[in-house]
């Protein structure tokens, strides 16, 4: 059986988180994965999702091709992976994070009212 | 009863992707939300994240200070909520796509033997 | 005389790449601006001068107000600094290195040829 | 004679500015060099130039091989090229907002001052 050959079905941020753990592991990264390390390959990866819509006009970056669109998807797993693997490292919950900083988006960002 | 106290719960990533699809209809924030301009937003947030660590050591990078620690969580928070909102407007499934993506890491890395 | 209200006048690289160098000596910031961490300085500045053009059209970016044109002018200027402290630290000439690369630009990217 | 084997030899950033007009005006560029895209091409080539940092650690970052560090100067001069074509597109004198800049600082940052 060839292990490179395995599939991931992830359907949680835990289950994402775990398996990227055990994938960290037992290619022994734990050592480069430093939070200070980790954040510069999240902004690295940032910028290699940028890089697809520098030139391109709003118009043109809601409209992608089909084989553009799976590069972009490619990039966005890999500031996910990135980010899934930095909050696990600092024992931040993400899906928590996410819902408070909400909350304080809501007070910060009032919706328009209609009169 | 007062809107913007609203709390938010969301315990999955399809979950998140609602209410933040929610969050930008009544601020009619949608013609903002570009993919381009929503790229841009992520990075801006990534590189937030990246200056908690740019002057620290390995070391330092992991061992917060409890309000650093939730700074920092906040910052992670922004590129998640981004990051989720780029993909839905994209119509990426952002867990497929990790998962599609770690397959293809597991190819590019194969795990270390032991002998 | 208070030496904090000191001007500066650099009409070079070179004459602001020795004012940088006698600057961060004066500090004791040497141990700090490791190439690793002026990088990751330097993208942080790049972040805060993308974040004034994020939700801008391509014609708003192109037509700033004075403060926010001043603003800019500030983000760019600290770009343009670490910049020229990471090539110092790295014993890169920055005019010699862009004459450089837009040789290889001018290869890569043959001018169009009118007919 | 080959137009595309020219090599430049700038010794200004003004030098630099006027070559880069040139370049871009020959190959009908100035309609993509908006302030915005400019940005966003600087903050990409900040992150190529981080990503040969990112698993570094300090020590490292500052003993590259002559091969990486040649590799690292022409990221260097990417972001410096983008960044001159976004002052010039602004019309924003760079050594000049470089130098008050530096007065900013050295007023935030006074330096330490021996006893």
Redesign the interface.
């Known amino acids: 059986m060839n292990?490179?050959?395995?599939?991931?079905?992830?359907?949680?941020?835990e289950e994402?988180t775990r398996?990227?753990r055990h994938?960290a592991g037992?290619?022994?990264w734990d050592r480069?994965h430093?939070?200070?390390?980790l954040?510069?390959?999240?902004?690295?990866e940032?910028?290699?999702?940028?890089?697809?819509?520098?030139?391109?006009?709003?118009e043109e970056?809601?409209d992608?091709a089909p084989e553009k669109?799976k590069e972009?998807?490619?990039e966005?797993?890999?500031?996910?992976?990135y980010?899934?693997r930095?909050?696990d490292?600092?024992d931040?919950d993400?899906?928590a994070?996410?819902?408070?900083?909400?909350?304080?988006?809501?007070?910060k960002?009032?919706?328009?009212t209609h009169t």
Not at 76 to 81: G, N, P, S
Not at 109 to 112: Q, T, V
């Open positions: 292990q490179t050959s395995k599939s991931y079905h992830c359907r949680t941020v994402l398996e990227l994938f037992e290619r022994d480069h430093t939070p200070k390390n954040a510069s390959a999240l902004i690295v940032a910028a290699e999702l940028l890089e697809h819509f520098q030139w391109l006009s709003q970056s809601q992608l669109k972009v998807a490619h966005i797993a890999d500031v996910f992976i980010l899934t930095l909050a490292r600092l931040i993400l899906m994070a996410a819902s408070e900083k909400m909350g304080l988006n809501a007070i960002y009032p919706p328009k």
